[in-house]
């Protein structure tokens, strides 16, 4: 499955995904534990950008690799690692949490990822 997500900085500078489709709070949707991050690295001094996001391979994509599922009292979703960034090793620890398994209907193993302009 692949999806292009737009995530955004509000007034705070705090990261958000745009999912329009998500039925829970707004809170739900925002960046933290290392996304934020990363879609700085991403973004550079940019407030918004956009992902194309898949669960299998596509060319040229950064990949994020599942590395613990959280139990949902931990908030869930899963820590994943991301090794390389543009070509620069990071070993960059991330946490995505359930609305990533909303968005692909499961917890991939790996994430495809890579900026559309």
Known sequence: MERTIRFYKNAKHEWY??????GGAVEDLQMVEGADELLNWVAASENECKLLMAD???QNAE??????TREENLGGGGDYLLEK????????????????????????????FKEVV
């Open 63 to 68: 990949i994020l690799d599942l590395i613990y």
């Open 85 to 112: 960034f543009r070509g620069e090793f990071k070993n960059h620890k991330i946490w995505l949490c359930g609305v990533t398994e909303f968005v692909f209907k499961q917890l991939p193993e790996k994430i495809y």
């Open 17 to 22: 995904a745009d999912i329009p489709e998500w």
């Open 56 to 58: 299998e391979q596509i």
